[in-house]
């Protein structure tokens, strides 16, 4: 058999129904997963990490361009299956057992960074990934593709004024240049999760940015009370400070979180930083 058996065949065999406790939905059909790997433009040789292969649909799309893919899965169960494809793909796939939160993925690479980031990722960690990869920067990561639920990928591209704006939105931004590649309905996984997905893709930042911890703080005093004005909300973070911070970027004390852009939050960042 000079192609892999049918995923469905796969899950049968290795009893592969998912966990809920793993935020398991599979993607079976493979048009789908061939999309996503286009979505990061992956070819022939890149160097890919993807995050909870389950069966290994995505893997299979992404096996099919000549990639060299890393694949990082937590169910051993998956571990076995996932094996298989070494048979069909030699020399392209290194499964690693383990949890995507704590692995440092680029001792795990070994030189290979920075890499392509594919994932259809559980959705109970798919936030807290996404800024552990952000913060790593182009020194792990030259492009990424990820699922994540639709109303997630909403925060990430929101923008200022809006009611999804907030801070996920400005570290996204300030730390990539996200772009909804395409959605997905609940239908499209199996079994259906109770809402519908998207696929967002990120490109690299222009220039490093070295103001990351001072932008999370400025964040999180922001968004934290996002209702009440900025010369309450930031004044723990820049004491009597605040106001000509607010007057060098141009914003005035009674704006709300909501209503800073991007460029902005990082010009705060970058103020409290060199103080």
């Given at each position: 058999m000079s192609t892999p058996p049918p995923l469905r065949d796969v899950i049968e065999q290795y009893d592969l129904g998912a966990k809920?406790?793993?935020?398991?939905?599979?993607?079976?059909?493979?048009?789908?997963?061939?999309?996503?790997?286009?979505?990061?433009?992956?070819?022939?040789?890149?160097?890919?990490?993807?995050?909870?292969?389950?069966?290994?649909?995505?893997?299979?799309?992404?096996?099919?361009?000549?990639?060299?893919?890393?694949?990082?899965?937590?169910?051993?169960?998956?571990?076995?299956?996932?094996?298989?494809?070494?048979?069909?793909?030699?020399?392209q796939v290194n499964l690693v057992e383990g949890d995507a939160l704590t692995v440092n993925e680029k001792e795990l690479l070994n030189n290979k960074a920075p890499v392509k980031i594919i994932a259809n990722l559980p959705y109970n960690i798919s936030t807290e990934l996404l800024i552990?990869?952000?913060?790593?920067?182009?020194?792990?990561?030259?492009?990424?593709?990820?699922?994540?639920?639709?109303?997630?990928?909403?925060?990430?591209?929101?923008?200022?004024?809006?009611k999804t704006y907030g801070r996920l939105s400005v570290i996204s931004q300030a730390l990539s240049s996200p772009t909804r590649a395409f959605d997905l309905p609940a239908r499209a996984f199996t079994p259906p999760p109770k809402v519908d997905s998207s696929v967002v893709s990120f490109e690299t930042a222009d220039e490093p940015l070295?103001?990351?911890?001072a932008l999370e703080k400025i964040t999180q005093a922001a968004f934290s009370q996002r209702r009440k004005m900025l010369r309450s909300s930031l004044k723990p973070v820049f004491g009597v400070n605040l106001k000509n911070a607010l007057d060098e970027i141009g914003v005035e004390e009674t704006a709300r979180a909501e209503n800073v852009s991007v460029q902005a939050y990082i010009h705060l960042a970058k103020i409290t930083q060199s103080t």
């Open positions: 809920k406790s793993l935020g398991q939905h599979f993607l079976l059909d493979l048009n789908i997963t061939r999309k996503i790997a286009r979505a990061a433009n992956v070819v022939a040789d890149d160097n890919v990490l993807e995050i909870g292969p389950g069966p290994g649909g995505l893997t299979r799309a992404l096996l099919e361009t000549g990639a060299q893919v890393t694949a990082i899965e937590r169910d051993q169960r998956c571990i076995t299956a996932l094996a298989d494809l070494t048979t069909y793909y030699p020399g552990k990869w952000l913060k790593a920067g182009p020194s792990l990561w030259s492009a990424m593709a990820l699922m994540f639920q639709k109303e997630v990928a909403d925060r990430i591209l929101a923008k200022p004024g809006s070295e103001c990351v911890p």
